[in-house]
């Protein structure tokens, strides 16, 4: 059974850093998509960040330039660094991996930046 296990988040002033964490239960090595969606109150889930199958990354126009995402072979984790937060990134998010034609999901991370 896969698992994906994040962590980070939580409250964290406007302008302000933090690191999520997508840590898998099994080798990242030869996965190629993988990514994190948001979901703020009353909208619909959005891709924030994202590998490619050809591993490029791509990012949301809306983060471009604040988030950074990146991945740890070794250690099976994925990463999203978002700096210069805004209100407006308020929201769950959740990792994903595509792996054997399906996605797998983390649990969900809340992230609330307060003004």
């Known amino acids: 059974q896969v698992q994906l296990v994040e962590s980070g988040g939580g409250l964290v002033q406007a302008g302000g850093s933090t690191r999520l964490s997508c840590a898998a239960s099994?080798?990242?090595?030869?996965?190629?998509?993988m990514g994190w969606y948001r979901q703020a109150p009353g909208k619909q889930r959005e891709l924030v960040a994202g590998?490619?199958?050809?591993?490029?990354?791509r990012y949301a126009d809306s983060v471009k330039g604040r988030f950074a995402i990146s991945r740890d072979n070794v250690k099976n984790t994925m990463y999203l660094q978002m700096n210069s937060l805004k209100p407006e990134d308020t929201a769950d998010y959740y990792c994903?991996?595509?792996?054997?034609?399906?996605?797998?999901w983390g649990q969900g991370t809340q992230v609330t930046v307060s003004s």
């Open positions: 994903y991996m595509y792996i054997t034609s399906r996605d797998y």
């Open positions: 099994l080798s990242i090595f030869s996965i190629n998509a």
């Open positions: 590998f490619d199958s050809d591993r490029t990354p």
